[in-house]
């Protein structure tokens, strides 16, 4: 796995699969699934409330675009589910079968060493989030100027790049790249 690779990443599919973990999340779940569709991108939405749900969907039982968005509330020790429940990623690790997936997760310290693995082992070639806690506002316009980048023709890191200069806690977003050298 490398960190911040330079090679030129690609998120061009138009279709995305936006995952909405919990009822907090929903209003910055319908703000980006607005932003995005207006930009273009065809989005799905995946509600999700229990573990039950999240787990089918990350084993892959439930489909997904080559694109997913994780929207919803993180902390180190794992995703906050509805009902105040924390998910910790060796709970989903053995889960994950997410192949040549893209992934980038709104959740706050969802960007760290554990989480990537989980993701990575579990198939997915690129994974974004913050390994701290960035301001949600600025989480939100983030994504939004990510895709805007894109659909302008902008490669993933150098999208990314530009989109962390939005706000210094925006710094906090890391990539993984699983992808192979070419």
Request: aromatic share 10%.
């Amino acid at each position: 796995m490398k960190y911040m690779n330079q090679k030129k990443q690609s998120l061009k599919n138009n279709n995305i699969s936006l995952v909405c973990l919990e009822e907090g999340s929903a209003l910055e779940s319908v703000a980006l699934r607005g932003a995005l569709e207006y930009l273009g991108y065809i989005v799905s939405i995946h509600w999700i409330g229990s573990k039950e749900l999240f787990l089918k969907l990350l084993s892959g039982k439930i489909t997904t675009d080559e694109t997913v968005i994780i929207s919803g509330h993180g902390y180190k020790n794992g995703f906050l589910l509805s009902g105040e429940k924390i998910i910790k990623p060796e709970e989903f690790k053995k889960q994950v079968n997410w192949k040549n997936k893209n992934v980038i997760s709104l959740g706050c310290c969802t960007g760290t060493k554990e989480f990537a693995d989980v993701f990575i082992k579990g198939g997915v070639k690129i994974y974004i989030a913050p390994d701290d806690y960035p301001d949600g506002n600025a989480t939100l316009v983030f994504a939004i100027y990510l895709f805007f980048l894109i659909k302008k023709g902008d490669s993933l890191s150098v999208a990314l790049k530009k989109a962390k200069q939005l706000d210094e806690d925006l710094d906090s977003f890391k990539l993984y790249d699983n992808t192979p050298s070419s």
